[in-house]
């Protein structure tokens, strides 16, 4: 419940020198008594105040309280402060890794009446940053790789087409791709090539992979395919080990389910295996700060994507 403080004013004006018509002055005693309504109650404060600890960031989340002359939110920490919009969330940038940070959220009334502080602690790190991955929608995607080759996937209703584009020739794999599980997706498909010559057909393909999924990064959606899902490492770091696994059936006979592999170091080297040229990439702080390597959340399943390689492709 508001209180308002009504403050009585009362000014006494002694002597005023008033002209008359006729040029006499005239004293004249005036008392003016002035009431002003003074909101005195503070708001109640924001509750559920959350931190979430994020690569030189903190994530502060929060319910705002239900006082109807509610203004805004004051965060305090580290000496600085910032002013949130009747907002129930701000994510603090700039901070250090490695550094505990004491954060206080104060809502503020139109009145300027500040509630209690809502206090909470959290310590950046160097996290690499998750996405929700979601099942592939229909659309078409599209990668261009560093030797300037086109690869097109059209996808609708189960349906798949991925096309590969280099000089005359058109590499074509068409088919369906679906579920068969959390964990695995099928691609059955007819591998035809069409070039100077006409179409000519290769193979029957039947390809189990380990993931297959769409993701948004930076308002831009890409498709997944066989990605790599983290087996071994501390949660939500990027050293560790990831796999990912293919499992080939061509014109009936199985070659049998391969595994590869990413080992990232602390020093930050990222290793690929096996490969006939060994592939090796430096990731820095930078790239996870950028998204350019992140993790995707799909089906309680953690994978990495490393924008570097060829295995995404952009919506159009």
């Not at 502060?60 to 969330?89: F, R």
């Not at 949660?235 to 080939?248: M, Q």
């Not at 994978?303 to 060829?310: A, F, G, H, P, T």
Request: charged letters at 25%; a negative charge; hydrophobic letters at 35%.
């Amino acid at each position: 419940m508001k209180t308002i403080l009504k403050c009585a004013g009362l000014f006494l004006f002694m002597s005023v020198g008033l002209q008359s018509c006729e040029k006499e002055n005239v004293d004249v005693d005036v008392d003016v008594d002035v009431n002003v309504d003074v909101d005195v109650t503070p708001p109640q404060r924001v509750e559920e105040l959350t931190a979430v600890p994020q690569n030189q960031a903190v994530l502060l989340q929060w319910t705002n309280p239900s006082d109807k002359d509610l203004k805004h939110i004051e965060i305090a920490y580290a000496g600085k402060s910032e002013i949130v919009a009747n907002e129930s969330g701000k994510r603090i940038e700039g901070l250090e890794n490695g550094k505990e940070y004491t954060f206080s959220v104060v809502a503020v009334d139109s009145a300027g009446n500040k509630s209690d502080a809502a206090t909470t602690t959290a310590t950046p790190e160097q996290y690499v940053n998750v996405l929700q991955g979601t099942a592939l929608t229909a659309g078409t995607y599209l990668n261009i790789d560093q030797y300037q080759l086109q690869t097109e996937i059209v996808y609708s209703d189960g349906n798949y087409k991925q096309t590969l584009t280099a000089g005359s020739g058109k590499y074509i794999w068409e088919g369906s791709l679906s579920a068969v599980d959390d964990t695995t997706y099928r691609l059955t498909c007819e591998y035809y090539v069409i070039d100077y010559s006409g179409r000519r057909h290769v193979s029957d393909l039947i390809e189990d992979v380990n993931a297959a999924f769409c993701v948004t990064n930076q308002d831009v959606t890409y498709y997944i395919h066989a990605a790599y899902e983290k087996i071994s490492g501390k949660e939500g770091f990027l050293p560790g080990t990831y796999r990912r696994y293919d499992e080939l059936t061509e014109d009936g006979e199985n070659g049998g389910k391969e595994y590869y592999y990413i080992e990232v170091d602390d020093s930050g080297k990222m290793k690929y295996s096996p490969s006939a040229v060994p592939e090796e990439y430096t990731w820095t702080n930078a790239d996870l700060l950028n998204n350019a390597i992140f993790f995707v959340s799909f089906h309680d399943r953690i994978y990495l994507v490393n924008m570097q390689d060829n295995r995404w492709y952009q919506k159009q």
